[in-house]
């Protein structure tokens, strides 16, 4: 069975390998994408995740959130060399922006 969170590793790890038909399919959905960046609010983020699993493998967005929240997410990125961070903060969890962005060398 495939996570949300295991997904959205995968996702960022090709997009840091420079994968031109995720870029592609990520910005035919309204993301900010390019090599080694996403930008996504964290229901956007969802969304897209929902899209891409199977029915029954992407739980609902409370659930995603605190799935994502007790992640390691940024511990695993880190060791490809990257990071998520806030972009744009709105002061609210689910409104705020936030993106994949490589570590300075």
């Known amino acids: 069975m495939n ?3 295991g997904l959205f590793l995968r996702c960022c790890g090709r997009l840091l390998d420079g994968d031109d038909a995720l870029i592609v399919l990520l910005q035919a959905r309204g993301f900010i994408s390019a090599p080694g960046v996403w930008q996504f609010t964290l229901p ?3 969304r897209f995740l929902q899209d891409q699993l199977a029915e029954g493998e992407c ?3 409370p659930v995603f959130r605190q799935m994502l929240f007790a992640s390691d ?3 695993r990125l880190r060791a490809l060399g990257a990071e998520i ?3 744009d903060n709105h002061a609210k ?3 705020s922006l ?3 962005r490589r570590l300075a060398t």
Do not use: A, K, Q, R
Request: proline content about 10%.
């Open 98 to 100: 936030y993106g994949l």
């Open 93 to 95: 969890v689910d409104s």
């Open 59 to 61: 739980p609902g967005y």
């Open 3 to 5: 996570t949300p969170v």
């Open 73 to 75: 997410v940024n511990t």
């Open 44 to 46: 956007s983020l969802h």
């Open 85 to 87: 961070v806030v972009v």
